[in-house]
Nanobody, 118 residues
Framework: QVQLVESGGGLVQAGGSLRLSCVAS????????MAWYRQAPGKQRELVAG???????NYGDSVKGRFTISRDNAKNTVYLQMNSLKPEDTAVYYC????????????WGQGTQVTVSS
């Protein structure tokens, strides 16, 4: 079982930036898809960004051009660089890993809160 631990969340003003990190307890080399999801109060959890083992990325429409996902297999870490943050980006952000795709999640992190003030 792989444990995922997120960090980097916090409070930021609109237009600001944050970088989230997700460190895995074991190698992520064999995990096909790593992703970031988010869940705002009263809303369903949604896929924000995903990256496969060959570096192919996928982004939600609302974050395209503002967020960048990357993975460092040597460090067992996945990052989410978030720029030009908006109040509607406020949510709990979860790291996820799936052996068969972004939407077939095998591993979840505990989440980190991101709050964007206007």
């Amino acid at each position: 079982q792989v444990q995922l631990v997120e960090s980097g969340g916090g409070l930021v003003q609109a237009g600001g930036s944050l970088r989230l990190s997700c460190v895995a307890s074991a190698s992520i080399f064999s995990i096909y898809a790593m992703a970031w999801y988010r869940q705002a109060p009263g809303k369903q959890r949604e896929l924000v960004a995903g990256i496969t083992d060959d570096g192919t990325t996928n982004y939600g429409d609302s974050v395209k051009g503002r967020f960048t996902i990357s993975r460092d297999n040597a460090k067992n870490t996945v990052y989410l660089q978030m720029n030009s943050l908006k109040p509607e980006d406020t949510a709990v952000y979860y790291c996820a890993g799936g052996h068969r795709g972004f939407y077939l999640v095998n591993y979840w992190g505990q989440g980190t809160q991101v709050t964007v003030s206007s």
